[in-house]
């Protein structure tokens, strides 16, 4: 796989992570349903023309990547290559299951409550930093 494609709006999709993790403390999510719970039980971003302006020049690029990752990992391709809004949270979803397992182990330090206050907070913050 083409490693710029993999790089492609990943410190956007890293944000993402940081900035909805707290969603996730407390309630009862299993680590190993956090990257279900995160990018696909909601779009990640909603609206072709949305889709569209986020896919930009790197369309293609995006899609061939989709493509690889499922055909690799199902024998096929399932997404609908032609709606730019699957497209966008299909990748969102491959990219964000990639960045959790970088850190996984804080994650799941954070969402099991393990770490309060403070050292949350820190750990939130560089969550991506320490991978």
């Known amino acids: ?5 993999e790089n492609y709006k990943e410190q956007e999709i890293k944000d993402h992570i940081k900035d909805h993790i707290e969603d996730f403390i407390g309630c009862g999510i299993d680590i190993e349903d956090l990257q279900h719970e995160m ?3 909601d779009y990640y971003i909603y609206g072709t023309w949305e889709a569209t302006k986020w896919l930009g020049e790197d369309v293609f690029n995006v899609i ?6 499922e055909q690799d ?11 730019p809004e699957k497209i966008v949270n299909m990748y969102v979803y491959i990219i964000g299951e990639n960045l959790i397992h970088e850190v996984y182990d804080n994650l799941e330090l954070i969402i099991n409550e393990k770490v309060k206050g403070k050292k949350k907070e820190q750990l939130i913050n560089n ?3 320490e991978a």
């Open 1 to 5: 796989m083409d490693i710029y494609t």
């Open 39 to 41: 990018f696909n039980t």
């Open 64 to 69: 061939s990547y989709i493509k690889e990752w």
């Open 73 to 83: 990992n199902f024998g096929e391709c399932y997404t609908d290559l032609s709606d």
């Open 127 to 129: 969550l991506f930093e």
